[in-house]
């Protein structure tokens, strides 16, 4: 148990740092740069901001330890859009380069903190269940 809450916090507090204080930190105090990777991309300024709003707002739900699962699950799912979209985009642009992978890395630390978190806020409860076991593919 104590093992996972370390795994949970230290892969959560990268998340929040990575993806909720750099992007804000960029667009407070470096706007050309807080705009570039997205503009590189092919897709508008304005865009940019949109993310950095989202990213901020749920990298501070993911360091909130007690809300409804179904909020913290959407949390995980969106970032998991984000990283997901974020591969696919730059496999486009860039090809087969490590900056291209680089999201995926960032995916599988939140994925990371997804199990861990349900392991160590969950564990012990007798309605939960793992989102393998709605579909029966863990025993119970």
């Keep these: 148990m104590k093992t996972n809450k370390i795994i949970f916090w230290t892969t959560t507090i990268f998340l929040f740092l990575f993806e909720g204080m750099m992007p804000l930190s960029a667009a407070l105090f470096a706007p050309a740069s807080a705009t ?3 503009v590189y991309l092919g897709y508008p300024a304005y865009f940019a901001y949109v993310l950095i709003t989202f990213k901020v707002l749920g990298s501070i739900l993911l360091v909130m330890p007690r809300l409804p699962r179904k909020i913290k699950e959407w ?6 859009f984000n990283f997901t979209c974020a591969s696919v985009s730059h496999f486009v642009i860039d090809g087969f380069v490590f900056v291209s992978f680089l999201p995926l890395i960032i995916f599988a630390i939140a994925v990371a903190s997804y199990i861990t978190y349900f392991k ?10 793992t989102p393998f076991q709605y579909h029966g593919a863990v025993p119970a």
């Design 36 to 38: 570039a990777g997205t």
């Design 120 to 129: 160590v806020y969950h564990h012990g409860n007798a309605d939960y269940k």
């Design 75 to 80: 949390t995980y799912a969106g970032f998991a």
